[in-house]
């Protein structure tokens, strides 16, 4: 099984009088477009999750979009409670395992990405950090478990130049 866990792109600020309700803050213009140039050299390169369970806040359900846009076949989306902020890891893990794919992003928030990526490498906390747009892929034998994982990459938007 291949994992692919994606921090949702650049968006307006925090605590924006635009936004009063965090839920409904989107991606900048920055943001949507840097997604969508991080999924097309990705995708270059084998990146192409059949399923994308991302959280339902816009910001991430955006990043989704962004990158379902460029890759080809376009994934099944599904949006997912359990990855709104502060999630349960379990309950990601039980949904993931029950999906019948071999490559699934999760899309999400920090500190959450975070946390899961550490969690499921056998990391310290702390040990993995995620910048904004930021993915990594995960590998394990078999199904998604706490502990069993194997970092494959982990790229920033900046770091592959987009």
């Known amino acids: 099984m291949q994992l692919y866990i994606v921090r949702h792109g650049y968006a307006g ?3 924006d009088p635009d936004y009063p309700d965090d839920t409904v803050r989107p991606l900048t213009k920055k943001g949507r477009k840097q997604m969508r140039k991080v999924a097309k050299k990705l995708a270059r390169r084998g990146f192409c999750p059949s399923l994308v369970a991302t959280s339902p806040l816009v910001r991430c359900r955006q990043t989704a979009d962004a990158i379902c846009e460029r890759l080809n076949p376009a994934p099944e989306t599904i949006e997912l409670d359990s990855l709104r902020p502060g999630g349960e890891l379990e309950q990601v893990l039980n949904w993931s395992n029950e999906q019948q794919v071999e490559e699934l992003a999760w899309i999400g ?8 990526a550490c969690a499921l490498l056998g990391a310290r906390d702390g040990a993995v950090r995620f910048a904004k747009g930021a993915i990594a892929a995960i ?3 078999g199904k998604i478990e706490a502990g069993r994982g194997r970092l494959a990459w982990l790229v920033t938007p900046a770091a592959i130049g987009s």
Do not use: M
């Open 139 to 141: 590998e394990f034998d």
């Open 13 to 15: 600020q925090h605590g």
């Open 109 to 116: 928030h920090a500190p959450d990405v975070d946390e899961f």
